[in-house]
């Protein structure tokens, strides 16, 4: 046949049917690897159908159990002040949740998720140190923003008790505590629990009162509104706003080390 | 004159290797050193967007809880540089026996973890690009059809290696 370098379909059939007469042991080793590969998918999908199910209907249920009731809601509503700030052009900032001196050359806003494993590592190794190296030290006026995804079933939640705390004076440590066991009520759904677990019964008696009012829920509510139209793509996004109007969105989790890099050049 | 090699099976898979596998490794290599921060002017700031974007990918490798901290370090800083260049060179095709052996072991090995994760309901992302997608049966299957791309390519062009080119072969039947 002569057709130099030219794809002729006559070449092409007859080539594949002298394949699979001739490489007859080939077809065998491709055939058993195809073979392999299928039982052992199968295998795995099966195995993991069940417990799969199982998981997703609990917590469903215990997601239902853990939300406020309508007629815990209904009870009296206390008094709180939904007054917003703005802060170098960053509007609707809540001032109970947010650190630092406002005059800092630096604005840093956090949207996190705490159901987020990122935004636990955020917070619990590269906040952490950005508070005591920068937000202490009055370089950074550090805003943390609640950005609570569908996907997960106890977010919305742990935002409600956290924002209720941060309005009684105890946002650190209840975020804190949110973040640091976050692998155990993402289990059982006991945001409450985990909450109470850091604050005195007076304290979570007030903070159980304004859940149950959903009077803060507005709040949490501006705080979505406000990373829908950055657009926050994911948890967690640190947006730092300096004081000449750039901002600089960074993405996801960031190591101390190489946040550090870009606040020593924007906090000057 | 020169025949052109016969256009097989064997040609068509090995192609079909080349073509999907190459580009996803470059862009999966891209993607998690350049996405999802992307600041690329002045130098700092494109300096800080890679170191950034690896500390991100870092921390999905670190969430597989697979590897030590030194591990971890060392497969998020070397992992999307190796991709992209693994990719090219399936896309050139030179000794594509080597880099269609190691892209099967990688993606052997990208398997294991991502079914490893899934069955022990671990929360994570898959971390495979810039994007977060959740571990899924999806993303299974779609790494396992990877694999199985990968697998075929390899032992074909092992088969290929084996044989002499057929231009080759023609020149010195002509001589």
């Given amino acids: 046949m002569d057709c130099p370098n030219l794809l002729y379909f006559g070449e092409l059939f007859a080539s594949i049917t002298h394949f699979a007469l001739e490489d007859f042991v080939n077809r065998r080793l491709i055939l058993a690897l195809v073979a392999a590969l299928a039982l052992g998918l199968s295998g795995t999908l099966i195995v993991l159908a069940a417990p799969h199910a199982q998981t997703a209907s609990t917590k469903k249920s215990l997601a239902a159990k853990s ?47 705490f159901q987020c494993p990122a935004c636990r590592q955020l917070f619990t190794t590269t906040t952490q ?52 066991n976050q692998e155990r009520w993402e289990q059982n759904g006991d945001v409450k629990g985990t909450v109470a677990s850091v604050l005195s019964p007076a304290d979570m008696k007030k903070v159980q009162a304004l859940v149950d009012s959903k009077a803060l829920e507005p709040l949490i509510q501006k705080d979505v509104q406000f990373g829908q139209a950055v657009p926050v793509n994911q948890t967690p996004t640190s947006i730092i706003h300096t004081k000449d109007g750039q901002s600089y969105p960074v993405v996801g989790y960031v190591s101390y080390d190489v946040l550090k890099t870009l606040l020593e050049q924007v906090a000057k | 004159m020169m025949e052109s090699a016969p256009f097989n099976l064997r040609r068509i898979i090995i192609w079909l290797g080349r073509l999907v596998l190459g580009p996803i490794f470059i862009y999966a290599g891209y993607s998690k050193t350049f996405l999802p921060n992307h600041f690329y002017w002045p130098l700092p700031m494109l300096k800080f967007s890679i170191a950034a974007n690896l500390s991100n990918f870092g921390f999905q490798v670190d969430s597989y809880k697979l590897l030590p901290p030194a591990g971890v370090n060392f497969v998020s800083h070397t992992l999307p540089f190796a991709e992209i260049l693994l990719g090219l ?55 396992c059809a990877m694999l199985l791309l990968a697998m075929l390519m390899t032992v074909f062009s092992f088969q290929q290696s084996r044989q002499p080119h057929p231009w080759a072969a023609a020149e010195k039947s002509h001589a």
């Fill in chain 1, 129 to 180: 140190r950005v508070m005591d190296n920068y937000v202490n030290t009055n370089k950074v006026y550090l805003v943390h923003r609640d950005f609570p995804l569908q996907m997960h079933a106890y977010s919305r939640v742990a935002s409600s008790y956290s924002r209720a705390a941060a309005h009684i004076g105890k946002c650190e440590v209840v975020e804190q505590a949110l973040f640091q």
């Fill in chain 2, 89 to 143: 060179l399936l896309l050139i095709g030179w000794r594509l026996h080597i880099w269609g052996t190691i892209v099967t072991l990688l993606l052997a090995g990208f398997v294991f973890g991502v079914t490893r994760a899934y069955l022990l309901h671990m929360n994570i992302n898959c971390g495979c690009f810039a994007i977060a997608e959740p571990v899924s049966v999806k993303k299974i299957l779609e790494d």
């Fill in chain 1, 67 to 113: 939300a406020p009731t309508a007629s815990s809601a209904a009870q009296a509503t206390p008094q709180v002040s939904l007054a917003t700030i703005s802060v170098d052009g960053v509007n609707d900032i809540d001032p109970n949740k947010a650190f630092g001196n406002k005059n800092a050359s630096v604005v840093m806003e956090i949207y996190s998720d």
